[in-house]
């Protein structure tokens, strides 16, 4: 059984940065982790990934290199970077991972590709 359980969120000011983090644990194989996003009345949407089995990471365009993730192999744990906040960005935070896949990097926004997720940890910024 795997179990993701992410921490970090809070409230802050538009402009500055803060950190997420999630702890995988368990046994599957999770090559591929990622975080997503959903504010209120809107989908969730894929923001970076992370394939550590390549080192490869994702993103989405219209983060404009805001947002990065990093993995800690030793500690099982990926975070997301955001910096230079804004409002636009609260919204309920997501970490998801899955085992390797063929073409994961034309993949990974789908939200459907996903088997682990967490519980999400709320992120709000205000002006």
């Known amino acids: 059984r795997v179990q993701l359980v992410e921490s970090g969120g809070g409230s802050v000011q538009a402009g500055e940065s803060l950190q997420l983090s999630c702890t995988i644990s368990?046994?599957?194989?999770?090559?591929?982790m990622a975080w997503f996003r959903q504010a209120p009345g809107k989908e969730r949407e894929a923001l970076v990934a992370i394939y550590s089995r390549t080192g490869s990471k994702y993103d989405r365009d219209f983060l404009h290199d805001r947002f990065t993730i990093s993995y800690d192999s030793s500690k099982n744990l990926v975070i997301l970077h955001m910096n230079d906040l804004k409002p636009e960005d609260t919204a309920m935070y997501f970490c998801a991972a899955r085992g390797r896949m063929e073409y994961f990097g034309t993949q990974w926004r789908m939200e459907t590709i996903w088997s682990y997720w967490g519980q999400g940890t709320q992120v709000t910024v205000s002006s």
């Open positions: 368990g046994d599957a194989d999770t090559s591929a």
